[in-house]
């Protein structure tokens, strides 16, 4: 039987997981968020965090006291890597992804906290204009949005795109949400053209 054709985003990251995996938990959650972490909700909150790679975010904001922690990973690799690893943590794992979320719809529930670190990049203009409703309405009132751009070049085999800070904005605005923070950031790897965009959206109470 073939492989099922993966999901548009995730194109590079099986055949890698094993050196990404070792990549993404040697950082911290402190590391990867910077300062934009004071403005993270305080536990016990509600998280998604979609793309959650190997779930090293996850787990921290797990063991800082949030009280559902929802992680959403379609490279089935790096998904068992993240189950794995962090056992101890109570996360429940969800193999689904943008811009359709079907199974986390299902769940049928709103977060305080709506992570996608370096995941945004990898949809098309379509996606990312698809997406970003989903994304507002999985955001419960008063809740956070952060969400990380990517710029630079591609890695060979990936499928990413340029995205800019104002399509993002103008996106995340056209739901009725509102920018607490939108800061340019060096890359933490320190690779070669590699530099970042931090945003936080928040979503109103009323
Ligand atoms: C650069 S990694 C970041 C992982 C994690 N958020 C972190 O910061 O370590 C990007 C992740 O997005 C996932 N991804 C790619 N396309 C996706 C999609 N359409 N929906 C959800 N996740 C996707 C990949 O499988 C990968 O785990």
Redesign the pocket.
Known sequence: MTNPKP????EG?AQEAEA?TQR?ER?TLEQ?HGDALALFPKPPASVL??????G??AAALAARGHKVVVA????KE?REHGQKVHAAHKIKWLD????ELDKVLDLDRRYDLV?L???WM??DKD?RAAAMPSVASLTAPGGRIVLSL?HGPVPEGRRMFPVTPAETVALAEGQGLITLYNKPRADMQGRDGVSWTWLIFERPNA
Request: zero cysteines; proline letters at 6%.
């Open positions: 999901l548009s985003g995730t990251y990404l993404y950082l990867v965090d979609i793309g959650a790679g190997t090293r975010d959403v990973e379609p490279t790096l689904d992804g943008l811009p992570l670190t370096a995941v990898h949809l996606q990517r």
